[in-house]
Every structure is written in structure tokens, then in C-alpha cells.
């Protein structure tokens, strides 16, 4: 039998390139780091320490004006001031929180709920005493500090004071009183058969100043004193003219 010697065909070589396209090569490359640095940025950022804000601590004390005595039981009285307006230059103030002097006299608020942007005062409140509520004595708060105010308060006291016109001249004589009670007029008090007494309640545990002016005759003379005023208590004074 004759065989048959089979031809072998020859292969046509393939048309695709040995190496990968680069292009798609270098995009998926930046994608990747792209990828990378994003996953770095919010790692670093979720370890990042948030800014540490100071609490706000009021450690305080109210002490009696003159014997320096603490006062205890006054009412501590945390105020919030809201700005009244534009051009009003004034703050609206509202209270936020109250708390009362020990024994001591001292009191503590302890990181109180209080705003950065708000403006807090402190108040102080007692029976027989003259209350701080105006922006002379009162103690302004700053937010996110620790601050140790120490208040001191008047007591009421009581003057009273005893007129009389020993040495007369005519009706027409008179005398005029005045202090630090003293808003507008003066005491006034006409006449050639003076003799009363007016009491006035003034701060106590200091010494208070006395004015007064003598008309007679259509003559004018003016005295004064300075005396202590004991607290809670009555002074006595007279004048004679």
C-alpha cells in the first residue's frame, strides 16, 4: 500500500502583540495610587485629636463689706446677656443657673452649661444686704477658664438723724441734709420751730459723709461730718443749728 505523505500547512502567526497596552496600564496605575492616598488622608484624619476645649470653672467666695465675714446663703445667680441691638450698646440678661454660699461663704460652678459666643455675669442676692446686679461690682464670666472672684457685699444699716433748730432766727430759717442716699433734693426742713428725726437705710460697716446748709438771716453756712455706720444695726446723729 502506497501512503500517502500529508502536507503539513503552515500556521499563520497571530497579530496580537506580546507585551500589554500601556496605556490601559499607566490609567489603572494612577487609579490605584489615587485609591491609596485617599484611604491614607482619612485614616490620618479619623486619628487626628480633636482641639481640647478648657471647661469653665467659677470657684468663688462673698464676704461681708467692712468686717470681711463670710455670708452665707446668698443667691449666685448665673447670667446670660443677650446683645440688645444694634446701636443699643445695652445686653438683655437672663438667668442660666442658681446656686447659694456655703457656710464659708463660697460656692463652685463646675463646668456650667455657657456659650463662647454669649456674654455671662454673676449676680448676688441676700436679705439685709444690698444686692450686685449692676456692671460696677458685679463678676464677669469668661467662658473656658478657671476664676476665683471673691465679692464683697454692703450690709443694710439705718441712719437716723435728728434736726433741731435750737437757736432760731425767724420763720424763714432753714437746712438742708444731705449724703450718700441722697438722689435729687436734698432734706429740706423751714422754719423757727424745727425738731424732727428722718431715717435713712444706707451700707454699712464704713463711714458715711453728712453735708448740710444753714440759712438765717439770708445767710449761708455750710458743715459736714463723717461717721461709721455699724451694720445691720442703727446709727444716731444729730444736728443742731
Known sequence: MQHKKRRRGCQKASTKPFFPNFQNFFIMKKLIFLSLSILIISFLGSCKKDPVTLPTVINGQVLEQGSNKPIEGVKVVLMEGTYGGLGSGTYNYYPVDTILTDKDGKYSYQNPTVKSSKDYVLWFYKDQYFEITDTQDEVNVE?????????????????????????????GDKLEVGGEWTTGQYDRFQGANVNTIFIKKIKGGKKTDIVWWIIKNNIIKSLSDSIYVKPLDTTYYQIKY
Open 143 to 171: 467662658t473656658n477658664k478657671t476664676i476665683n472672684p471673691v465679692t464683697k457685699m454692703f450690709p443694710f444699716a439705718w441712719l437716723s438723724i435728728r434736726v433741731i433748730n435750737d437757736k432760731p432766727f425767724d420763720a
